[in-house]
């Protein structure tokens, strides 16, 4: 049975840092390109970051480029999605999900497997 859990979410103060990762079960991971997507409450699922199947390309949303870093260790299985500078907007539940084949990007069509999310609050 194919399964991703997030993890790592919580509360932070505003300028500080988390670390997301995604533990991905029951599928051949490194045929999966990798996306994180945020949904803050009243708002529309959106993409925040991507990795292709072999970890060489990477994709941010404009909204996070420059403070979060995604990367993957296929061996562990797992996707992480390091988050710096946290701002209040970055509030929301972060899903990853997995595209098969050659899909990837930031549109969530790409995807056909979702996680149950992890919360992240940046409130002082």
């Known amino acids: 049975q194919l399964q991703l859990v997030e993890s790592g979410g919580g509360l932070v103060q505003p300028g500080g840092s988390l670390r997301l990762s995604c533990a991905a079960s029951?599928?051949?991971?490194?045929?999966?390109?990798i996306g994180w997507f945020r949904q803050a409450p009243g708002k529309e699922r959106e993409g925040v970051s991507c990795i292709s199947r072999n970890g060489i390309n990477t994709n941010y949303a404009n909204s996070v480029a420059g403070r979060f870093t995604i990367s993957r260790d296929n061996g562990k299985k797992t996707v992480y999605l390091q988050m710096n500078s946290l701002k209040p907007e970055d509030t929301a539940v972060y899903y990853c999900a997995a595209a098969p084949g050659t899909k990837w990007g930031l549109s969530l069509g790409n995807y056909d497997y979702w996680g149950q999310g992890t919360q992240v609050t940046v409130s002082s």
């Open positions: 029951g599928f051949t991971f490194g045929y999966y390109s």
